[in-house]
């Protein structure tokens, strides 16, 4: 899919570098993960607290792939009920989708800014590492925003093709 407007471009970008930060995490955690396992077996010395380094590093992957996975409309969704439909309203659902995902995702970027804030005020870290908690909301927070905008772009563009969608039955 290209895009022909400054936006699209400018968001299409944003999507793409945090996706590979994100796969740059990942990676990361499944190397840390095998470095712990092999010193488990090998040496009796496993990466302490490595668990915590897991969850917080897949969950910044994961809200680091959601603006791509948008952008593309790679998010699942369930055409059962719209088989039949004619194009133009397939496009106006998927337009009301997308609107509904990007309030949810804006709300999840909202909250997690406002939960990092908090865990930096009270000074939260995990258990065993004693990482700060707020380092894995405020990587997520952004990732969230860029979705949202993503989400609210795409409803945009299935609007978009509504109309054209709506113009070609005409003729």
Known sequence: MTFDDPVGRTLERLA???????GLALTGVALMS???????NLAGAPIQGDFELAQMGCAVSVAAFLPF??????NIFVDFFTQKASA??????????ALVVGVALALLAWR??????????????????GLPIWYGYASMAPSFAVAA????????????????AESEERS
């Open 69 to 74: 996975t948008q952008l593309r409309n790679g």
């Open 88 to 97: 133009r309203t397939k496009a106006v659902l998927d337009g009301v989708g």
């Open 34 to 40: 095998l470095y712990s396992v092999v010193m488990r």
């Open 16 to 22: 793409q570098a945090l996706a590979v930060l994100g």
């Open 112 to 129: 997690t800014g406002v939960g990092a804030l908090d865990a930096l005020r009270t000074q939260e870290t995990t258990m065993i590492m």
């Open 149 to 164: 905008l993503a989400a609210f772009y795409s409803a945009w563009r299935h609007w978009a093709l509504s109309e054209v």
